[in-house]
C-alpha cells in the first residue's frame, strides 16, 4: 500500500470505481427492468438474474473469510479481497433489493435481506473503526498483551498489599481504595468501549483524597505512604493506558460480533431461501 | 536515529523461560521498578528510574542512576558496553548480546535474568498473594461477546424461529409473496396446492400429472389448441406469490414465447395462424372474418383483402339509406340511430342478434289487408305463411259458403292462391331477401344466417368503448357511405392502435383480446353454497 493509502483509497480506489460502475449498472438494468415488468420480483427473468448476481458476490465475499485466514494462498491480495468485500458488500443491498423487486414483508425470504442489512451495515462500522481507531492507539503507547498487563497489575497490587501490610487502618484503607479503583466490573469489556473515565483518579484527584490520609497517617508509616502513593500512582497511569488501548482494541473487534455470526446464519436463510423457491417450483 | 532492540526476560516466578519479547523503535531503554519502564525489575531496592541503555552513533552504554555493577564492578557512571557484558541490578542479571559491530549494530539482545531460586519464589508467591486474573476480564473473545457465542446464539435464534415460522398458520411466512385475490382464500393453508412439491405444478401435456395436478383440481381448463407443439404449466404464465392481483392478467411475453414462431405439433412452421407475432403494433396482422366457406368450412379473410373481404350474407341492407336523415318511418319521417338496430348485450361484450321481429317489423310491417280481412303475415317460411292462410281463410272467409267440402276446397284453394297473389305482390320478399318467385308457385328464400360474431379470434367489449368512453359507433365503424349489403364494415386493426398504443397509453396485452383458455371453468359452481362450503372447499 502506498503512503496516505487506506483500504478505502486502495489502487486509486479501484474497487470503487468498479463497485460505482456496477451500482450505475444495475439501476440502468432495473430501468428497463421495471418499464418490461410491472410486477416486479425474484421469480421473473430479471430478478433470477439479480438473484444468481447476488448469490455470485455473496459467495465471493464469503470467500474473503477464509481467504484472509489463508496466509499461503495467492489468490489476489488480501488487500484487494477486502476492498472487494466492503464495496461489494454494499452494493449486495442494492442487489438484493432489486432481485426481490423492493418488496418485502414478513417471510423468511426478507428475512435474508434484513439480516443483509445488520451485516452491511455492521461492516460499515466496522471498517469506519479499522480506518480511524489505530491512529488513536498509537497515542497510548507500545501494546500491552493481557498476559503482561495481568502479570504487572499483580506486581503492583502485591507492592501494595505487601506495603500496607501491617500498617494503621487508614493506610489500608487507602491500599484498599487503590487496589479497587478500576477493578473490572461484569461484562466489562463490552461496557468499557462506552466509558469515558475508568474509575480510575488522576493524579490531582488522588492527591485530593488523600489530603486527609496525610494528616492521620502515623508518622512512622510516613515513608512507605509515599511508596504507596508511588505505587497507586504507578497503578493508575498503567491502567489508564492499558484501558485506553483494550478500548479501542475491543472496537476494533465489537462490530464482529454481529458481522460474522449473522454472515453465517445469513448463509443458510439464502439457502434455506433458494431451496424453498425451487422446491415448491416457485420460480 | 532510533535502534531496534530485543529485550528477552528469564524470570524465575515464570518457570525461567523466554517469556516476553520486546521491540523497540527508541534509542533509550529505561530500567527501573516503576511499571513503565521498558525493563521493570520487581525488587524493594531497586529505584523507579534504576538505569537506562542508550545507544548512539558512538555505541552502545549504560547509564546508571541506582546501585548498578558491570562485570561485578559497581559503575556510577556512563560507560561504554561490549558484547556479553554483564549487568547486575539487585537480584536480575542483565546481559547485553551484539552479534555484529557493538558501534554499528541495530540489533542489540538484551537477557534480563533473575538469580532467586525458581521453587522458593514460586512458593512464596503462592503462599503470600493470589493471582488475580484482572486485565484479562476486559478480553472480548473471552467475554460473552465473542463470535462463538454469538454464532451459536443467532443460529439457535435462527433455528426456533424457522421452526415457528414452518408451524400451522405461520407456515406463510415461508412463501415468497402474498396470493392472488382469487386465492387469498388459501393464504394460511399451503398445502392447499403444495400437494406435491417437485410435481405439483408440472406441465399439463403429461396425463398423468394433468390428473393430479393442484390446479386443475378445481380449475375446468380447455386445452389452448389441439395442434400446440406443447401445454405449459400453468405457472408458465399464471405467476402466483407475485403481487399479481388480477393472476389471469399474464403477460405478452408468454404468447410471444410461441407465437413469434409459432410451430405446431411436429415442428412444422403454423399454416393456418400468422406465425410471426412479437407485438400489437408492428407485427400483428390485420383482424380476420370469419366467413363459413364452401361445405361449411370455415374461412378467414383479412379486412386488408379488399378483393375477397365481401359480405356474403343472403340479405339486402343499404346502411346510407337506413341513416338517411329523411327516413320514412312507419308514421312519420325519422332518423335512425345504429342502436336502433344494434343494440349491445347485457353484458356489455357484443351486440344482440338481429331479428325481423325486433328490428325490422316497427317500419317493414307485414300487414296485407285481404277482403276477408286485414292479416298480419308472420315472417317466416312460405311454407308456413302458406299454412297461416290457409287456416284464416278456412276460418275467416268461407262464412256463408254453400257447396259440397271438394267445392269448398276448391274455394279456399283458390281463394289461397289470390291471397298470396296480393301478399307477394304487396309485401316484396325480394327488398330484404334474395328470392325468387313464380306464378303459383312459393317464393325460395335464402336464409340470411346473419353472423353473430365477425372477428371470432378475439373479444371485444361495446359497452366499455360506447357507454364508459362515449364513442361513437361510426367512430370504428364507418358506415354512413356503405350502399351494399356486401360492405363489410369492420374497424381495422390501424383504428384499434389509434388508442391501444404505446405511445397513447390503453393497452395492447394480448389477453385484452384474446382468449388462451376458451371457456374455461371452476369446476365446482354449483349454486346456493353455504360460507363453511366454500372456505371448506
Same mark, same amino acid.
Given at each position: 500500500m502506498r503512503k496516505n493509502e487506506t483500504i478505502i483509497s486502495l489502487r486509486g480506489s479501484l474497487w470503487l470505481k468498479i463497485s460505482i460502475a456496477v451500482f450505475i449498472a444495475l439501476v440502468i438494468s432495473y430501468f428497463f427492468y421495471r418499464i418490461s415488468e410491472p410486477r416486479p420480483g425474484g421469480g421473473t427473468t430479471f430478478g433470477l438474474v439479480y438473484g444468481f448476481i447476488g448469490l455470485g458476490i455473496f459467495a465471493l465475499l464469503m470467500y474473503f473469510g477464509v481467504r484472509k485466514r489463508s496466509y499461503v494462498n495467492n489468490f489476489g491480495t488480501l488487500k484487494d479481497w477486502l476492498s472487494?468485500?466492503?464495496?461489494?458488500?454494499?452494493?449486495?443491498?442494492?442487489?438484493?433489493?432489486?432481485?426481490?423487486?423492493?418488496?418485502?414483508?414478513?417471510?423468511?425470504?426478507?428475512?435474508?435481506?434484513?439480516?443483509?442489512?445488520?451485516?452491511?451495515?455492521?461492516?460499515?462500522?466496522?471498517?469506519?473503526?479499522?480506518?480511524?481507531?489505530p491512529a488513536d492507539l498509537e497515542k497510548y503507547g507500545d501494546e500491552i498483551s493481557f498476559a503482561f498487563a495481568d502479570s504487572e497489575m499483580n506486581t503492583l497490587i502485591n507492592r501494595?498489599?505487601?506495603?500496607?501490610?501491617?500498617?494503621?487502618?487508614?493506610?489500608?484503607?487507602?491500599?484498599?481504595?487503590?487496589?479497587?479503583?478500576?477493578?473490572?466490573?461484569?461484562?466489562?469489556a463490552f461496557w468499557i468501549m462506552f466509558r469515558k473515565k475508568y474509575g480510575v483518579p488522576t493524579e490531582s484527584e488522588y492527591f485530593e483524597?488523600? #489530603?486527609?490520609?496525610?494528616?492521620?497517617?502515623? #508518622?512512622?508509616?510516613?515513608?512507605?505512604?509515599?511508596?504507596?502513593?508511588?505505587?497507586?500512582?504507578?497503578?493508575?497511569?498503567?491502567?489508564?493506558?492499558?484501558?485506553?488501548?483494550?478500548?479501542?482494541?475491543?472496537?476494533?473487534?465489537?462490530?464482529?460480533?454481529?458481522?460474522?455470526?449473522?454472515?453465517?446464519?445469513?448463509?443458510?436463510?439464502?439457502?434455506?431461501?433458494?431451496?424453498?423457491?425451487?422446491?415448491?417450483?416457485?420460480? | 536515529m532510533p535502534f531496534e532492540i530485543t529485550v528477552k526476560r528469564y524470570l524465575a516466578s515464570e518457570s525461567a523461560e523466554e517469556i516476553k519479547t520486546f521491540k523497540f523503535n527508541s534509542s533509550v531503554i529505561s530500567i527501573g521498578s516503576d511499571a513503565n519502564r521498558a525493563i521493570y525489575l520487581e525488587e524493594k531496592e531497586i529505584e523507579v528510574n534504576h538505569a537506562s541503555i542508550e545507544l548512539d552513533d558512538s555505541g552502545c552504554f549504560i547509564v546508571p542512576s541506582g546501585k548498578t555493577?558491570?562485570?561485578?564492578?559497581?559503575?556510577?557512571?556512563?560507560?561504554?558496553l561490549k558484547n556479553n557484558d554483564l549487568i547486575e541490578i539487585g537480584k536480575y542479571k542483565i546481559t547485553v548480546l551484539m552479534p555484529g559491530d557493538p558501534d554499528k549494530s541495530s540489533s542489540i539482545i538484551i537477557n534480563v535474568e533473575e538469580d532467586v531460586d525458581v521453587s522458593k519464589i514460586n512458593k512464596e508467591s503462592e503462599?503470600?498473594?493470589?493471582?488475580?486474573?484482572?486485565? /484479562?476480564?476486559?478480553?472480548?473473545?473471552?467475554?460473552?461477546?465473542?463470535?462463538?457465542?454469538?454464532?451459536?446464539?443467532?443460529?439457535?435464534?435462527?433455528?426456533?424461529?424457522?421452526?415457528?415460522?414452518?408451524?400451522?398458520?405461520?407456515?406463510?411466512?415461508?412463501?415468497?409473496?402474498?396470493?392472488?385475490?382469487?386465492?387469498?382464500?388459501?393464504?394460511?393453508?399451503?398445502?392447499?396446492?403444495?400437494?406435491?412439491?417437485?410435481?405439483?405444478?408440472?406441465?399439463?401435456?403429461?396425463?398423468?400429472?394433468?390428473?393430479?395436478?393442484?390446479?386443475? /383440481?378445481?380449475?375446468?381448463?380447455?386445452?389452448?389448441?389441439d395442434n400446440e407443439r406443447f401445454t405449459p404449466n400453468c405457472v408458465s404464465c399464471h405467476k402466483e406469490h407475485n403481487d399479481n392481483i388480477n393472476l389471469s392478467q399474464t403477460y405478452n411475453k408468454f404468447c410471444?414465447?410461441?407465437?413469434?414462431?409459432?410451430?405446431?405439433?411436429?415442428?412444422?412452421?403454423?399454416?393456418?395462424?400468422?406465425n410471426k407475432i412479437i407485438d400489437f403494433e408492428s407485427t400483428h396482422p390485420e383482424f380476420a372474418v370469419t366467413r363459413a366457406g364452401e361445405?361449411?368450412?370455415?374461412?378467414?379473410?383479412?379486412?386488408?383483402?379488399?378483393?375477397?373481404?365481401?359480405?356474403?350474407?343472403?340479405?339486402k341492407l343499404n346502411h346510407k339509406v337506413h341513416l338517411a336523415d329523411d327516413l320514412r318511418g312507419p308514421g312519420e319521417i325519422e332518423k335512425l340511430s345504429c342502436d336502433s338496430c344494434h343494440q349491445i348485450s347485457e353484458k356489455g361484450d357484443y351486440t344482440v342478434e338481429i331479428t325481423y321481429e325486433k328490428d325490422c317489423e316497427r317500419c317493414h310491417s307485414l300487414d296485407v289487408y285481404f277482403d276477408y280481412g286485414n292479416l298480419k303475415i308472420p315472417h317466416g317460411d312460405p311454407k308456413i305463411i302458406r299454412e297461416f292462410l290457409r287456416q284464416k281463410i278456412s276460418t275467416?272467409?268461407?262464412?256463408?259458403?254453400?257447396?259440397?267440402? /271438394?267445392?269448398?276446397?276448391?274455394?279456399?284453394?283458390?281463394?289461397?292462391?289470390?291471397?298470396?297473389?296480393?301478399?307477394?305482390?304487396?309485401?316484396?320478399?325480394?327488398?330484404?331477401?334474395?328470392?325468387?318467385?313464380?306464378?303459383?308457385?312459393?317464393?325460395?328464400?335464402?336464409?340470411?344466417?346473419?353472423? /353473430?360474431?365477425?372477428?371470432?379470434?378475439?373479444?371485444?367489449?361495446?359497452?366499455?368503448?360506447?357507454?364508459?368512453?362515449?364513442?361513437?359507433?361510426?367512430?370504428?365503424?364507418?358506415?354512413?357511405?356503405?350502399?351494399?349489403?356486401t360492405d363489410i364494415l369492420l374497424p381495422s386493426i390501424d383504428t384499434c392502435k389509434q388508442c391501444h398504443s404505446e405511445s397513447k397509453g390503453a393497452t395492447s396485452d394480448c389477453v385484452l383480446c384474446h382468449d388462451y383458455h376458451k371457456n374455461s371453468e371452476l369446476k365446482f359452481l354449483e349454486d346456493n353454497k353455504t360460507i363453511k362450503q366454500i372456505v371448506d372447499k
Open positions: 472487494f468485500h466492503i464495496y461489494f458488500g454494499v452494493i449486495m443491498i442494492i442487489i438484493t433489493a432489486m432481485h426481490a423487486g423492493f418488496d418485502f414483508g414478513f417471510s423468511i425470504h426478507s428475512l435474508a435481506f434484513y439480516i443483509m442489512i445488520i451485516v452491511v451495515v455492521s461492516g460499515i462500522v466496522g471498517t469506519h473503526f479499522y480506518l480511524n481507531l501494595i498489599k505487601s506495603v500496607s501490610k501491617e500498617k494503621s487502618a487508614v493506610f489500608q484503607k487507602r491500599a484498599e481504595m487503590i487496589i479497587a479503583s478500576g477493578m473490572p466490573g461484569k461484562n466489562e483524597s488523600i #489530603k486527609d490520609d496525610v494528616v492521620n497517617i502515623p #508518622k512512622e508509616e510516613s515513608e512507605d505512604f509515599q511508596k504507596l502513593t508511588v505505587l497507586a500512582l504507578q497503578k493508575f497511569d498503567f491502567q489508564r493506558r492499558f484501558l485506553n488501548q483494550i478500548k479501542i482494541k475491543n472496537k476494533l473487534r465489537i462490530w464482529l460480533v454481529l458481522h460474522l455470526p449473522l454472515s453465517i446464519v445469513l448463509s443458510f436463510v439464502i439457502l434455506i431461501h433458494i431451496l424453498i423457491v425451487v422446491y415448491y417450483n416457485g420460480i | 555493577y558491570l562485570n561485578k564492578d559497581q559503575v556510577t557512571n556512563k560507560s561504554r503462599d503470600k498473594y493470589e493471582k488475580v486474573e484482572y486485565f /484479562s476480564r476486559y478480553n472480548l473473545v473471552k467475554s460473552i461477546f465473542n463470535v462463538r457465542v454469538f454464532t451459536l446464539l443467532f443460529l439457535l435464534l435462527f433455528i426456533a424461529g424457522f421452526y415457528f415460522m414452518t408451524k400451522g398458520e405461520n407456515e406463510k411466512a415461508l412463501s415468497p409473496g402474498p396470493l392472488s385475490d382469487a386465492h387469498s382464500l388459501f393464504e394460511n393453508d399451503c398445502k392447499k396446492c403444495h400437494v406435491d412439491s417437485w410435481n405439483s405444478f408440472s406441465e399439463l401435456s403429461d396425463d398423468n400429472l394433468r390428473a393430479n395436478h393442484p390446479c386443475l /383440481s378445481c380449475h375446468n381448463v380447455n386445452v389452448h389448441n410471444i414465447k410461441c407465437h413469434s414462431d409459432l410451430t405446431v405439433k411436429g415442428g412444422s412452421k403454423s399454416v393456418n395462424y400468422h361445405k361449411y368450412k370455415d374461412i378467414r379473410i383479412r379486412l386488408d383483402n379488399k378483393k375477397e373481404l365481401i359480405d356474403t350474407t343472403p340479405i275467416e272467409a268461407i262464412g256463408g259458403f254453400k257447396g259440397t267440402t /271438394s267445392e269448398l276446397r276448391k274455394f279456399v284453394d283458390t281463394k289461397l292462391k289470390e291471397s298470396e297473389k296480393i301478399l307477394y305482390s304487396t309485401v316484396k320478399c325480394s327488398e330484404c331477401h334474395i328470392s325468387e318467385y313464380g306464378q303459383g308457385k312459393l317464393p325460395v328464400i335464402e336464409k340470411p344466417n346473419i353472423p /353473430s360474431r365477425w372477428l371470432s379470434h378475439g373479444k371485444f367489449n361495446h359497452a366499455l368503448h360506447t357507454n364508459t368512453l362515449r364513442l361513437s359507433c361510426t367512430s370504428c365503424h364507418e358506415v354512413s357511405g356503405s350502399e351494399k349489403t
